[in-house]
Nanobody
C-alpha cells in the first residue's frame, strides 16, 4: 500500500513564498514520475511541476522561474518551493506519484492542500 501525505499550504500575500511537501510511504520499487498538480474552481486539474521518468523536470509555463521542485529519493519526498506567488496561483494542490510497487504499476494522489494567495 502506497500513500502520499501532503503538508504545507495556507494563506499568503501576493509576492510571498510558500513550500509544499509530499512524502510517499509504502513499498515502492521505482518511481516513474512524482510531482504536483493543481485545480482551481471551474478549471481542470493541471500540471504544475513534475519529475519525469528520466529525472528531468516539467514545469507549467505559468510557474517557470517562480516555482522549484526538488526530490529526495531516499525518503521518497518531493517539495515545491513557490516564490513570487500571484493570486492566479490560488488552487488546491495535489501531489501525484506514478510508479511500480510489487511489480504493479500504480498512480497515487495526495489528499490535496489549499493554497490561497491574496492581492
Amino acid at each position: 500500500q502506497v500513500q502520499l501525505v501532503q503538508s504545507g499550504g495556507g494563506l499568503v500575500q501576493a509576492g510571498g513564498s510558500l513550500r509544499l511537501s509530499c512524502a510517499a510511504s509504502g513499498s515502492i520499487f521505482r518511481i516513474n514520475t512524482m510531482g504536483w498538480y493543481r485545480q482551481s474552481p471551474g478549471k481542470q486539474r493541471e500540471i504544475v511541476a513534475v519529475f519525469t521518468s528520466g529525472g528531468d523536470t516539467n514545469y507549467a509555463d505559468s510557474v517557470k522561474g517562480r516555482f522549484t521542485i526538488s526530490r529526495t529519493n531516499a525518503k521518497n519526498t518531493v517539495d515545491l518551493q513557490m516564490n513570487s506567488l500571484k493570486p492566479e496561483d490560488t488552487a488546491v494542490y495535489y501531489c501525484n506519484l506514478r510508479g511500480i510497487s510489487g511489480y504493479k504499476s500504480l498512480e497515487v494522489w495526495g489528499q490535496g492542500t489549499l493554497v490561497t494567495v491574496s492581492s
